[in-house]
């Protein structure tokens, strides 16, 4: 029998109450409710992330405290703590778009009208300022710097390209 029979195999006696040996249980002798998310010994049929953990501690993104993830792509050690991050991200990128989106378009005031160039030069040094302002903000919150932050999703699998 080959290794995907076998698993399969254990975790249809998993699912039915069977034990290994394929014995029926009866309620009574098993100690378990039965599974309802297939093979609960090995993981099996559960969605992505959700297997039993052994995760090593991370440390969450908004008050660098260690702790030890629920699940495989948990970045925050709470809801809370992911609700202000999201938030502020939200918050700050609504003010940062105007200003990325002018200088991006006249290439830092190096395009278009003198009007056009004028605006792309302002455009620039605010979105500059206003990144260095989030950076000492976060800095002087104690919260994760963005490029580590970055790293931590790249290497959890969570960065869309």
């Not at 702790?67 to 970045?75: A, I, M, S």
């Not at 605010?126 to 963005?146: P, V």
């Amino acid at each position: 029998m080959t290794a995907a029979l076998r698993i399969f195999a254990l975790c249809l006696d998993d699912v039915q109450g069977r034990s290994a040996a394929g014995v029926v249980m009866s309620d009574a002798e098993s100690d378990k409710p039965p599974s309802l998310q297939g093979c609960s010994q090995i993981g099996h049929n559960r969605p992505p992330g959700q297997q039993a953990g052994g995760w090593a501690p991370r440390q969450c993104p908004e008050c660098m405290k260690l702790f030890e993830p629920n699940r495989r792509n948990q970045l925050f050690c709470t809801s809370e703590h992911n609700t202000a991050w999201s938030n502020r991200q939200t918050v700050r990128g609504r003010v940062l778009t105007s200003f990325a989106m002018t200088a991006y378009i006249t290439r830092n005031g190096t395009r278009g009208t003198p009007e056009a160039r004028e605006a792309g030069k302002r455009a620039a040094r605010k979105k500059h300022q206003l990144i260095q302002q989030f950076r000492d903000d976060d800095r002087e919150a104690g919260r994760m710097e963005w490029p580590t932050y970055m790293e931590v999703r790249v290497r959890l699998g969570l960065y869309d390209d």
